[in-house]
């Protein structure tokens, strides 16, 4: 993969989204590429934290098990997603487990590095520390509006945020595929599966979008956010 290409990678990722193109083609000398299989993991939960990962094609997700054996889905990423970044800050240990969900490519960035590359550069740790307190900010709206969404607004929110990630410039009545089951959305929504099902045949029936095993089609994405709010 030629720096280019890392360095316009590097520019779509939201933690990045302060950095100069001469940070960027720092981080970007020091990114290697993975490849990972379709259920590979790509760390534990109670690793060592010692490398970030950057989406560069395929699908993520995050997920942590309970001690009754159930799998919770936390997060999905896709391409320009950034992942296991408070590795560049400290080495404490992974607080969930991230598995590729389909053939994926990352470049990885090893913690130490990036932090020899701060010291050495204070600028670009200032401005990274900017663009983390702005995702920290918008994270916490994101959270009180949920506080006060319906379980169907919430699901549908959930939905549109995947669809921007298989498909940032959706037009209407574009039909955008989405990798996730049920079990999936209702997590990440923080609803029960039967909740988020029911929801899921109300936008059936409304041909908003259609369902399938393992896999969901968004065939109307005007018509999905209007659930939202």
């Known amino acids: 993969m030629r720096s280019a290409e890392v360095v316009e990678l590097l520019a779509r990722v939201p933690a990045f989204s302060t950095l100069v193109p001469a940070d960027l083609e720092r981080i970007a000398q020091l990114a290697v590429p993975r490849e990972f299989e379709p259920g590979q993991v790509v760390f534990r939960d109670g690793d060592c934290s010692d490398t970030c990962y950057i989406v560069r094609s395929g699908r993520a997700r995050a997920v942590r098990e309970h001690s009754d054996g159930r799998v919770i889905t936390l997060a999905t990423f896709g391409p320009g997603d950034i992942f296991g970044e408070l590795a560049m800050f400290e080495d ?8 590729a ?9 090893l913690g130490p590095d990036m932090r020899r590359l701060m010291i050495e550069h204070p600028g670009i740790a200032t401005r990274l520390a900017i663009a983390l307190g702005r995702r920290l900010r918008e994270t916490n709206e994101r959270l009180a509006r949920q506080s006060f969404q319906t379980v169907q607004s919430r ?3 959930v939905l549109a945020e995947l ?9 209407a009545g574009e039909d955008v595929l989405v990798t996730a089951t049920q079990a999936d959305l ?13 929801f899921l045949a109300v936008l059936e029936r409304a041909g908003v979008i259609s369902q399938g095993r393992g896999r969901l089609v968004v065939h109307d994405v005007r ?3 209007r659930y939202v709010f």
Request: net charge negative; charged share 25%.
């Open 92 to 99: 404490e240990r992974r607080s969930a487990t991230v598995e």
């Open 101 to 109: 969900v389909e053939p994926t490519g990352v470049v990885a960035v």
């Open 155 to 157: 699901v549908a929110a």
């Open 163 to 171: 669809v921007v990630q298989e498909r940032p410039q959706a037009a």
């Open 186 to 198: 209702a997590q990440l929504a923080g609803s029960s599966r039967e909740s988020a099902s029911r």
């Open 223 to 225: 018509a999905l956010e």
